[in-house]
Every structure is written in C-alpha cells, then in structure tokens.
C-alpha cells in the first residue's frame, strides 16, 4: 500500500467530546446544508450517506460512480491532466450525484474548513469521526471513513480520507484531499487518484 505525506498541513489538536449533529443545522430551504459561518455551507453526509454518521460511498478522485475495487489500472483519471473540476458533473462526484448546485470542496475550502471552525473528537452511534462547529455554533459530523483500495475498506474508526476537487501536481497521479484522525486533521493532503475515498459535499451561499 502507498502512502505518502501532505506537503503543506496544520495540524490541529483534538478534543474528546460528543457530537449533537442533526438536521437542526440545516437551512429550512436545504436540509441537507448547514452555514458554519464560512464562505460555503457544507453538506450534513457524505454522498452515497443518508445519515452524518453513514460512510456512504467510495469514489477514485474525479470519478463519479462507487467501484468494486480501487487499482491503478482501472482509475479513469490516474496520469491523466486535469485541473481543479469543482462544480464539474464530468468529474465532479457530488454534482454528479445531487446535482441542485452541490459540489466537491476544493482544498482552499476544506482549508478554510479546518482553520476557521473548532475541531473535537467525536462519535455518534458508536462510529468515530469529528465534530466541527463554526463560529456561528452550528456544526457538521466527518466519520472517520477510512479509504478503500482493491475494495477493502481500511483504517475505518481511525482516519477518514476526503477527496477535494484540486490536483495535486502536474503529472497527473495526486490530488488534494481531507485527512481526519483521532489526535489531528490535515488540510492539503495528498494521495494517490486511485485510492477510494469518501466525498463530503459543499453548496456556494445564495448571493442576497
């Protein structure tokens, strides 16, 4: 298994504490969103998730259908020149799937994510993840998801990987993703396009 370490990162310490994340977060006009104060509103679950502690799906980067296994050779974007596709339905899976203006973060949103709300230890139904709240009070649940490769679910209680909508390098193997573990969460991770990780959605304010 290939791992490989973020280049730029902030780590931030975790608190152990509960989680009280429901749909009460929500905008009456989209249940599914919730304003933590930030420059987008993030979604309540992951796709393929009906609850903020469900896994939901697995997805390579830029692919928009969960697969039975994760490999090199069957990733559709893996070596291939792409730019950041956020919003995107050819690439982007939380467009791909919700539609109704959902996308993927890129990674300067899942910096702001991280950097601007406070981050705790959390667990809701006895699956483990992390509660951020933003300064307005209101707060989502990340499950620690794990990544999925050769279609084996791993490290699931213990790290969740998200993917971002941006590139990692030219050449066509990285991207940007979120990375949650017990005692710190990285924003600018990067890992390989194959790797199955889970997708966590955002939608832009309405402009007033």
């Known amino acids: 298994m290939k791992r490989l370490l973020t280049l730029s990162t902030i780590a931030l310490l975790l608190f152990v504490g509960g989680c009280n994340c429901d749909d009460n977060n929500a905008p009456k006009d989209d249940p599914r969103a919730v304003d933590l104060g930030l420059s987008v509103m993030w979604a309540i679950c992951n796709v393929g998730a009906e609850k903020p502690e469900e896994f939901g799906d697995y997805f390579a980067w830029g692919e928009t259908t969960p697969k039975s296994e994760y490999t090199e050779e069957n990733c559709s974007t893996y070596h ?16 791909a799937n919700w539609g109704d203006g959902w996308r993927m973060p890129t990674t300067l949103e899942q910096k ?17 993840g992390i509660k951020i709240t933003g300064v307005n009070g209101k707060s989502i649940f990340l499950p620690a998801t794990g990544y999925n490769e050769d279609g084996v679910p791993r490290l699931t209680g213990s790290y969740g990987y998200y993917w971002s909508s941006t590139p990692g390098e030219e050449h066509g193997y990285l991207s940007y993703g979120l990375l949650i573990q017990y005692d710190k969460s990285e924003h600018s991770y990067r890992d390989w396009r194959y790797m199955g990780f889970t997708v966590r959605p955002v939608k832009d304010k309405k402009k007033r």
Do not use: M, R
Not at 88 to 95: E, I, K, S, V, W
């Open 112 to 128: 702001e994510l991280l950097t601007k709300c406070s981050v705790e230890h959390a667990t809701i139904n006895d699956v483990v």
């Open 80 to 95: 291939v020149k792409i730019d950041d596709f956020s919003g995107n339905p050819q690439y982007d899976t939380a467009t």
